[in-house]
């Protein structure tokens, strides 16, 4: 257990559907960072949110949010889902704003079909 | 622009065998490069950080070498095992919204 906790582990849905990730960060750590990982590209950052505030944006697309709640755990929010968007999504935590060491969850393993 | 290249993409070897990745940046201001072991389907995990002042640095079986002045770093892997099959993957602190670049990875197959 790697102290990250995300869910579903696997998910398979349509286009045009909508689908939620959540995230559950390390014990005591405030910051929370979504990346998506395809085949052909290497980590690529989403968004991150400390203490239930967003702290940086990457090359998320409007169809995707996310919010972090008071208890932290984190939501990532896929909508009008296309083929392209089949990928592993990782969550992340670290315990400051700065993402010194992060602690990366398993993925979740979306496939749009 | 912020760019970490890796190389070789792919790397297949014997076990018990010794191997050298490497990874070549361009990012700047630079603070420190880390490299992460991320197992098929599970999440990356970092196996060492590399500072500016620091040349060398070895975690078990693995050793990171870096040289900010060409911007290079490498990962050799000692005495391969199975376990090591895995991407390793080469992140440099420094540009990115995140103030992180990742690298593409290198994909390991260790064969007994």
């Known amino acids: 257990d790697s102290g990250v906790t995300q869910t579903p582990k696997h998910l398979i849905t349509a286009t045009g559907q909508r689908v939620t990730l959540r995230c559950s960060p390390r014990s005591g750590d405030l910051s929370v960072y979504w990346y998506q990982q395809s085949l052909d590209q290497g980590l690529q950052f989403l968004i991150q949110?400390?203490?239930?505030?967003?702290?940086a944006k990457g090359n998320i697309l409007e169809r995707f949010s996310a919010q972090q709640f008071p208890d932290l755990h984190s939501e990532l929010n896929l909508s009008s889902l296309e083929l392209g968007d089949s990928a592993l999504y990782f969550c992340?935590?670290?315990?400051?704003?700065?993402?010194?060491?992060?602690?990366f969850g398993s993925g979740t393993q979306l496939s749009v079909l | 622009k912020n760019q970490v290249e890796q190389s070789p993409q792919s790397l297949i070897i014997l076990e018990g065998k010794n191997c050298t990745l490497q990874?070549?940046?361009?990012?700047?201001?630079?603070?420190?490069l880390r490299w992460y072991k991320q197992d098929t389907g599970r999440g990356p995990v970092s196996l060492t950080i590399?500072?500016?002042?620091?040349n060398t640095k070895s975690n078990g079986r693995y050793t990171a070498t870096l040289d900010a002045d060409t911007k290079q770093s490498s990962l050799h892997i000692t005495a391969s095992q199975l376990s090591d099959s895995a991407s390793y993957i080469c992140v440099v602190r420094g540009g990115g919204a995140d103030g992180l670049t990742f690298g593409k990875g290198t994909h390991l197959i260790i064969q007994p």
């Open positions: 990874c070549n940046y361009t990012v700047s201001p630079f603070s420190n």
């Open positions: 590399m500072t500016f002042s620091e």
């Open positions: 992340a935590s670290s315990v400051g704003v700065l993402n010194e060491k992060l602690l």
């Open positions: 949110y400390y203490n239930g505030e967003e702290r």
